[in-house]
């Protein structure tokens, strides 16, 4: 287990007041799907080199500073993050560090029925699947890959496993599948687990993104209002979600509604790429490079002081950025940043 002593007074802290509590990491921009809103023409792809990606005692190490700095929450991500041999062990190294209170993870599912079992005795608390289609056709035209039924099989698995929450996350594109919210949301209450339904951000590979193409949280609670009765919950503070629950009980959803009703005022998320860049906003186009001090021997407080000083440089959100909505030269693709 790695000591990590939590400085109170050095704190993620941006220029709005806003403190970081939670880390995505990806852990590679690689991956075996290629959605239609996520990755750029898989043919003209350029993987980040290997040697330029992390090491899990990287990772580590860096995850621990950030721990000292009040970091409490993790989520691992990618590009897919099953593809990392052994991500297990990261899983367990990442839950031995002091002040780090849950590490969940979010995957495509291809290969969660065969590692849930691992990634949950190695402390992964829950899962996050994502899931644009229940169509046979339809998902393999949005993921590229004839999936779903083995993406289904690993939702089952990891439910079976024990991990907690297990939800489901589903990019709703109109004329994609926008077609499908009643039959995903109605998949989720079978299962009792919790839907999340995300807008379509302009951060996908193809160019495909125009504002038409989103379907907004108020159109999905509109759809699905008109089967069920839903009660709000509301978006708790620094939560990405506005919650409503079923009446009768079964399931919840969740909407993310980034495009429609930013929520960039009370975030507090930071990102680690996996070639060791820190990015305090999904939208920033400044990359903070760790991996170089890292790799030449810095010592935490060194790499302390770089975190402390690229999170003060928070953007304010993409709330506050139009020109994002009409196109803009976005440094990387969704698969590259880790959604
Ligand atoms: N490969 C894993 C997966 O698909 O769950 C993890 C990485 S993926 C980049 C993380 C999440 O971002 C997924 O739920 C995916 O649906 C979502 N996502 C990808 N591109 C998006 C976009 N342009 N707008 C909104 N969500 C997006
Ligand atoms: Fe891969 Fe996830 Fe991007 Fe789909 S959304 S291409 S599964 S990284």
Same mark, same amino acid.
């Given at each position: 287990m790695l000591p990590v002593e939590v400085q109170k007074d050095r704190l993620l802290r941006d220029r709005k007041g806003r403190v970081a509590r939670k880390l995505r990491i990806s852990v590679t921009d690689r991956c075996n799907f290629a959605c239609l809103f996520c990755m750029p023409d898989k043919d003209k792809m350029s993987w980040i080199p290997n040697e330029e990606i992390l090491s899990f005692e990287e990772i580590e190490r860096l995850a621990a500073v950030l721990a000292s700095l009040g970091i409490e929450k993790v989520r691992i991500t990618g590009g897919e993050p099953l593809l990392r041999r052994d991500l297990d062990k990261l899983v367990e190294k990442l839950t031995s560090i002091d002040g780090i209170r849950s590490?969940?993870?979010?995957?495509?599912?291809?290969?969660?029925?065969?590692?849930?079992?691992?990634?949950?005795?190695?402390?992964?608390?829950?899962?996050?699947?994502?899931?644009?289609?229940? !169509?046979n056709d339809r998902f393999a035209k949005i993921s590229?890959?004839?999936?779903?039924? #083995?993406?289904? !099989?690993? %939702?089952?698995?990891?439910?079976d496993e024990g991990l907690r929450p297990v939800k489901v996350n589903s990019v709703a594109i109109r004329g994609y599948n926008d077609d499908e919210i009643l039959d995903l949301v109605e998949y989720a209450r079978e299962r009792r687990i919790s839907i999340r339904f995300i807008e379509f951000m302009p951060l996908d590979g193809l160019g495909m993104w125009d504002y038409s193409k989103v379907v907004s949280g108020k159109e999905i609670i509109e759809?699905?209002?008109?089967?069920?009765?839903?009660?709000?919950?509301? #978006?708790?503070?620094?939560?990405?979600?506005?919650?409503?629950?079923?009446?009768?009980? #079964?399931?919840?959803?969740?909407? %993310?509604?980034?495009?429609?009703?930013?929520?960039?005022?009370?975030?507090?998320?930071? #990102?680690?790429t996996s070639d060791g860049k820190l990015l305090s906003c999904l939208f920033d186009t400044e990359y903070h490079?760790? !991996?170089?001090?890292? !790799?030449?021997?810095?010592?935490?407080?060194?790499?302390?002081?770089? %975190?402390?000083?690229?999170?003060?440089?928070?953007?304010?959100g993409v709330g506050y950025m139009p020109w994002i909505k009409d196109g803009w030269a976005k440094p990387r693709n969704m698969n590259a940043i880790g959604g």
């Open positions: 590490v969940d993870m979010t995957t495509n599912g291809w290969h969660l029925e065969g590692k849930a079992g691992a990634l949950r005795k190695a402390g992964l608390r829950g899962v996050t699947v994502s899931l644009h289609s229940l !169509r590229g890959v004839d999936a779903l039924p #083995r993406v289904l !099989r690993g %939702i089952e698995k990891a439910l759809t699905v209002s008109r089967r069920y009765s839903l009660a709000p919950e509301g #978006r708790g503070t620094s939560e990405t979600s506005s919650l409503w629950k079923f009446e009768d009980g #079964r399931g919840d959803l969740g909407l %993310i509604t980034p495009m429609s009703e930013p929520f960039c005022d009370d975030c507090d998320r930071v #990102r680690l490079d760790l !991996r170089s001090p890292l !790799r030449n021997g810095a010592t935490q407080e060194e790499l302390a002081d770089a %975190i402390l000083k690229a999170v003060w440089k928070k953007p304010d």
